[in-house]
Each structure stands twice: as structure tokens, then as C-alpha cells.
Nanobody, 124 residues
Framework: QVQLVESGGGLVQAGGSLRLSCVVS????????MGWYRQAPGKQRELVAV???????NYADSVQGRFTISRDNAKKTVYLEMNSLKPEDTAVYYC??????????????????WGQGTQVTVSS
């Protein structure tokens, strides 16, 4: 009932930029927290950046000052602007969102969902 679809990944040279987008769809009543996580080969998934419903943000130390998370509540979309990319930023990037949706019986239910992931590759 709730879907997250990411876009914007790709191959970029070190020092370059990419912008990721993630749209939340379904019978959404409210979106609370939204965030980006990443998983490199052989490593655990890690937090990159999160943004809450009041647009307060938090970043991993490794991306602070280079990445910017933002959201458009009307479009139910979260963005990740990535600048000064490094080879160590190479990973599959996943978005996550939580909030409430309306089930088929019109009951309000909580959700916490993940996107399918988008590959970001930074070449040296």
C-alpha cells in the first residue's frame, strides 16, 4: 500500500555531483521522518542523512558538509544532493520513510518503508 521509488543514481567521477530523489506513494495520510541510507559491498547498511517533519536534519560525519537532504511535503519527496563525491561514497542508496497511511478499510495505519535502492558509483 506504500511504495518508495528512488531515482537519480549513476556513475560519476570523483569530485562530481549527483541528486537523488525518492517519492512516497499510496494512500498516504502523513509522512514523518524521511532519510537516506547506503550499503557498500561487504558492509552493513549505514545512515547517510535524515530529515524529520519539521525539516530538522542529521548527517553522518562522513558526508557532513558535502551532502544536503531536503524534502517537499506536497510532493511527498525527499532529495539528497551529493557534492564533492568520493570513491568511498560508492554504494547502493536506499530511502526510508515513516508515517501513516489509510488501509483498504479506511483505518489509519503506521508505515515504515524502504525503497528498492539506487546505485551510486564514484570513479577515481
Amino acid at each position: 500500500q506504500v511504495q518508495l521509488v528512488e531515482s537519480g543514481g549513476g556513475l560519476v567521477q570523483a569530485g562530481g555531483s549527483l541528486r537523488l530523489s525518492c517519492v512516497v506513494s499510496g494512500r498516504i495520510l502523513r509522512v514523518n521522518g524521511m532519510g537516506w541510507y547506503r550499503q557498500a559491498p561487504g558492509k552493513q547498511r549505514e545512515l547517510v542523512a535524515v530529515i524529520d517533519s519539521s525539516s530538522s536534519t542529521n548527517y553522518a560525519d562522513s558526508v557532513q558538509g558535502r551532502f544536503t537532504i531536503s524534502r517537499d511535503n506536497a510532493k511527498k519527496t525527499v532529495y539528497l544532493e551529493m557534492n564533492s563525491l568520493k570513491p568511498e561514497d560508492t554504494a547502493v542508496y536506499y530511502c526510508n520513510a515513516d508515517g501513516r497511511y489509510s488501509d483498504p478499510y479506511s483505518f489509519s495505519r503506521p508505515f515504515s518503508s524502504w525503497g528498492q535502492g539506487t546505485q551510486v558509483t564514484v570513479s577515481s
